[in-house]
């Protein structure tokens, strides 16, 4: 076929392809969540209902696209993990990371009726996206544990300043005074002794995140087997869980 005359206008487009043999990571993370969450009252400092959608909408992406083998989330963001040998879309990074963007938050609002069946979406919730890609295994248990670390110190704070205010009456500003240059093992003390709270009984969704995992799973009459997307609230910064997962980081093709 004649090519028209405006062909040539394609060749402005650039070349992004993610270097080959590298781990790619896409971390979404949601615009002005602080606006979003106070409009939507969501519970103080961690709402189930919200991080259960995030979970349902990041499971839509791993349905999707059979390359993403691992993914972490927590408050609101998530990261997707494709394994270093993936072919999806030629690795053009803009692809990846726009469709994977758009199947997360397009779920978001898809699924937005199962988790809070009492509260309007009063406006469109959205997400920026970034890619980073990692070359060793090392870098990208790095990657995750310093998304899971964060999660731990951000909910340790934040579970002792809510329920100072909550259960000792103080305001905001105090609460502030009372942790500031404090460590971790002293948020812990100040929850038990001011709060009754044993940091370690809070809900592992909240401690630990979610890590979303592809398991092999038996169906009974037929004794097929099916892999099913599981959520698990594990720790993810030892080694433990890449032992047992160590598909994960060995898988060829
Ligand atoms: P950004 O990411 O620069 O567009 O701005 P934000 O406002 O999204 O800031 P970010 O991502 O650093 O912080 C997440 C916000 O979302 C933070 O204000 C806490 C809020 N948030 C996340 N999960 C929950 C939740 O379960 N409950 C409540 N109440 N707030 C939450
Ligand atoms: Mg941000
Ligand atoms: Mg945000
Ligand atoms: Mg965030
Ligand atoms: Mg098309």
Request: hydrophobic share 35%; charged share 25%; proline share 3%.
């Amino acid at each position: 076929m004649a090519k028209s005359k405006y062909e040539y206008v394609r060749t402005f487009e650039f070349e992004d392809r993610c270097l080959q043999n590298c781990w790619i990571v896409v971390r979404l993370d949601g615009r002005s969540f602080h606006r979003f969450t106070s409009s939507h009252k969501f519970e103080k400092p961690n709402d189930k209902r919200a991080l259960e959608l995030m979970n349902r909408s990041a499971a839509a992406v791993m349905e999707e696209f059979r390359d993403v083998s691992l993914a972490y989330g927590q408050s609101d963001e998530y990261s997707f993990i494709l394994r270093k040998n993936t072919d999806l879309y030629n690795r053009r990074q803009s692809k990846i990371m726009s469709a994977i963007n758009s199947i997360f938050s397009a779920s978001y609002v898809y699924y937005w009726n199962t988790y809070f069946e009492d509260k309007k979406l009063l406006y469109p919730p959205s997400f920026d996206a970034r890619i980073v890609l990692y070359p060793t295994d090392q870098n990208l248990r790095d990657y995750l544990s310093w998304r899971q670390a964060d999660t731990h110190i951000n909910n340790l704070y934040n579970t002792a300043f809510w329920r100072l205010i909550s259960m000792k009456g103080l305001s905001n500003n105090e609460a502030e005074k009372v942790l500031s240059g404090t460590v971790s093992s002293e948020k812990n003390e100040i929850l038990f002794k001011e709060c009754g709270t044993n940091y370690n009984n809070e809900l592992p969704i909240y401690r630990k995140g979610t890590v979303l995992v592809r398991k092999l799973v038996n169906l009974p009459p037929s004794k097929s087997k099916k892999h099913v997307i599981c959520p698990l609230h594990v720790d993810i910064i030892g080694d433990s869980f890449w032992e047992e997962y160590n598909e994960i980081l060995n898988l060829k093709d």
